[in-house]
């Protein structure tokens, strides 16, 4: 076996010799022949013809393939065996380290979350070269990409002066009913400067339990230095966010304050004015005015409408913490817009085709994948998303 190989292994230098660095596509496709073949008879327990009392199963020839490599797209021959029960053979050499393989096993991931029908699976890996995939092959391609989010999910964290938490909903299948799920995320700004996706969770509803379960998990995973947050005015994320980070400064964001005080107004005359009188709150340059602005609003609506100025006086203020920071800060923080825009509307992009995730698996490593691209997104922009240098209001 190790003659055989050596041969194989002096063709492949030698065609190296004879072309030099011109041919180093091909050498290196032989090379990884080589290589998935070596693969094989461990796989089996024997080598080529080799009859041994260890061996399982037997060779059963090759399957063309091309992949991409820094020396360009090679076609290469995977070998393909036979006879040795359930037990899959795929060479882990192309599973390894390569930028589109990963991005063949979280096309497959997907197709394996959302139930795609096997015409149009099929029609995909096509386009990657793949003419077909097991089912045991898409649960190792879906174990190796959870292995990866988790990695992510559960990466250090570090100092974060402003946090922005929210929650959206998607359907999935829990004790054999469908349920809405809270997909729970965090983003954050600290001394980079930038935007980062701090971590993700799947639960039941957006009780205490499960937010302070996930922002306890943050804190587990090194999160500090908080001082400022951004969310809307949940009961169960309110206690949570109290019990675990009560220090910081909280923020209601003004973009649900406003269309929470629309529901408030009695009659639809003062649902259309609310809102932009509210505005003038928002957009005051100073707390003191914006105190000020709110106190008229709530005392014209005293006769008229007493429950609804009633609730903007108990309320409101809450939508005025972001005056505390500097005045080029508050644009970004006003609100947990910055969420919604970039986190939100993605996410619902590449789920709004899937009606019922079969499993809170399924749904936490989609969301976690999304997430991971715009991470790695924000890690890579140039322009800060806050300057802390300019801190003067």
């Known amino acids: 076996m190790n003659r055989r ?45 080799e009859r041994t009392p260890e061996r399982h199963g ?66 995909v890996m096509r386009e990657f070269g793949i003419e077909s995939l097991s089912s045991s092959q898409v649960s190792r391609a879906a174990k190796l990409l959870d292995d990866e989010l988790e990695a992510w999910r559960n990466r250090p964290l570090g100092q974060v002066k402003y946090l922005i938490l929210d929650a959206r909903y998607e359907k999935m299948r829990h004790g054999g009913v469908v349920r809405d799920a809270a997909v729970l995320s965090a983003i954050g700004i600290g001394p980079d400067e930038r935007r980062r996706v701090l971590g993700v969770s799947v639960a039941l509803s957006e009780a205490e339990v499960h937010w302070r379960g996930f922002l306890e998990s943050l804190v587990a995973r090194g999160l500090r230095g908080v001082e400022f947050i951004v969310s809307d005015d949940h009961s169960g994320l309110r206690a949570a966010r109290r019990a675990v980070l009560g220090g910081a400064t909280w923020q209601r964001c003004q973009f649900h304050l406003a269309r929470n005080a629309i529901h408030h107004a009695p009659n639809v005359e003062s649902r259309k004015r609310i809102g932009a009188e509210l505005r003038t709150v928002w957009n005051a340059s100073t707390l003191a005015k914006a ?3 709110l106190a008229e609003i709530v ?24 005056f505390t920071l ?27 085709k899937v009606r019922v995730f079969p499993s809170d698996d399924a749904l936490l490593r989609l969301v976690s994948a999304v997430l991971v691209e715009i991470d790695e997104k924000w890690a890579s922009e140039t322009k800060a998303y806050i300057k802390w240098e300019c801190q003067d209001a």
């Open 299 to 322: 005392a014209s609506y005293r006769t008229s409408a007493p429950k609804l100025a009633a609730w903007l006086e108990e309320n409101a203020p809450e939508g005025l913490a972001v």
């Open 58 to 123: 037997y060779a059963n020839g090759y399957k063309p393939k091309r992949i991409d490599t820094p020396a360009g797209t090679v076609s290469v021959q995977v070998p393909k065996t036979a006879g040795h029960g359930e037990e899959p053979f795929y060479p882990q050499s192309l599973e390894r380290g390569r930028r589109s393989v990963r991005s063949v096993m979280l096309a497959v991931a997907e197709m394996y979350v959302k139930g795609v029908s096997t015409r149009d699976a099929e029609a």
């Open 326 to 352: 500097p005045e080029h800060h508050r644009r970004r923080l006003r609100t947990s817009n910055p969420m919604e825009r970039s986190v939100q509307q993605e996410l619902k992009r590449r789920t709004v």
């Open 5 to 49: 190989k050596d041969t194989a292994l002096e063709a492949v230098l030698e065609q190296l010799i004879e072309h030099g660095p011109g041919e180093i596509a091909s050498v290196f496709a032989r090379a990884f022949e080589l290589a998935m073949q070596i693969e094989r008879e461990r796989f089996l327990g024997a080598s080529h013809y």
């Open 291 to 293: 105190e000020t602005a």
